[in-house]
């Protein structure tokens, strides 16, 4: 019998349907050294963000030479040392297109808190202020929205924005993309120095570092508003506060950040921050079609059948 092992949370109707093909699914979450033994007596294991497969983890496994699929519940593999993996003959799969919509619509929610005050408004009410004259905003009709990265979320979140008015600027290493001359296509640099609102939607390469620093948060136009849905080492954390505190930045909009859970005060108690705990793909909705890729992953890569009995060996 195949076993698979979650060792980050799926929603149950997954766990179900992967047992539907006659598969053994463990349902526990290990730490990093007891996964390192408990690996080895996987053929495929799934996880989120919360886990880590780096090379020490990988290479128990080959003890055994079990296990043959990783899949990463979500997007970004930066958590998993896929090179690696592959190299030893481990298949590294993801689900790129379940979450496309639901961290565009996060986007666009934080996009709408910083230029209406709502993440502020919603603490101060609560303290019995009343500071109407104070969160005069701005109307995002006719603003240029910057999209730093412009796979299927970044266009995803492009195209919300369009739909209210805004006008699209897009950067991607590899140029233009063919089928969406409505939006204007620039250079990073060129971004940088003309939108009035940012929002990264770029893979985190360790080897790259931050593609917000503190050259280009410099390069900005005054009064500008990032949104970061991506992963919190795309930006960088100190050159952002840096940037918010002297006035280039009017407003950040966080759901990642460089270590997870934040613990950083100087973020988590900062005025001009909307905050939200890595929630991107956080809906029912997003939750069922990773689901659903998932099933589809381990079935063709299986090559199994709802009702079709693996003999165990």
Partial sequence: MIKILTNDKIDDQSVQALRDLDIEVTETHYDPETLKEKIKDFDGIIIRSATELRKDVLESSLETGKLKLI????????????AFAEEKGITVENTPDASSNAVGELAMA??????RHLHQS?????????LKKQYT??????????????????????KKAYALGMKIAYTKRSGAVEGYE??????????LKTADFLSIHAPYNPKVGAILDEK???MMKDGVYIINCARGGVLSEEALLKALDSGKVAGAALDVFEDEPLEKEEIY????????????????????KIGEE??????????LKVGYKVNAK
């Fill in 216 to 218: 280009a948060f410099d």
């Fill in 122 to 130: 919603n603490v101060t009410m609560r303290q019995g202020k009343w």
């Fill in 71 to 82: 899949i990463r519940a979500g997007v970004g593999m930066d958590n998993i040392d896929k």
């Fill in 182 to 191: 409505h939006y204007q296509y620039l250079s990073k640099e060129e971004m």
């Fill in 269 to 288: 108690n900062h005025e001009k921050i909307s905050l939200s705990p890595h929630i991107g793909a956080a809906t029912a909705e997003a939750q069922e």
């Fill in 137 to 158: 905003g701005i109307e995002l009709e006719g603003k240029t929205l910057g999209i730093i990265g412009f796979g299927r979320m970044g266009r995803a979140t492009a």
């Fill in 110 to 115: 934080h996009i709408f808190a910083l230029a």
């Fill in 294 to 303: 998932i099933i589809k992953i381990v079935k063709e890569y299986f090559k």
